[in-house]
């Protein structure tokens, strides 16, 4: 079993930015990608950004240039870096990992872009 553990997430003006964090734990050894997706009111859950083990990316276009997604191995922890944030960013946004059977989620922390 995976444990991810999110924060990071609250509200900020248009323009503005955050890093939200998901520390993972448990079973991680085979965890091969972790990922950031985030669904708002009304909206299905959507793709934010990914990377793999090997430090590949990939981002949604909606995101891109904006958003930066990164990890530490040694803390088992990966970061999004959230800038020039725009009310349409509002969202749910949560952690995922998978490994080779299961997917892992997290419980999701609350991003509001609002002036």
């Known amino acids: 079993q995976v444990q991810l553990a999110e924060s990071g997430g609250g509200l900020v003006q248009p323009g503005g930015s955050l890093r939200l964090s998901c520390a993972a734990s448990g079973r991680i050894s085979n965890l091969y990608i972790m990922g950031w997706y985030r669904q708002a009111p009304g909206k299905l859950r959507e793709l934010v950004a990914t990377i793999t083990n090997g430090g590949s990316t990939n981002y949604a276009d909606s995101v891109k240039g904006r958003f930066t997604i990164s990890r530490d191995n040694a803390k088992n922890t990966i970061y999004l870096q959230m800038d020039s944030l725009k009310p349409e960013d509002t969202a749910v946004y949560y952690c995922?990992?998978?490994?080779?059977?299961?997917?892992?989620w997290g419980q999701g922390t609350q991003v509001t872009v609002s002036s």
């Open positions: 995922n990992a998978r490994d080779g059977l299961f997917s892992y």
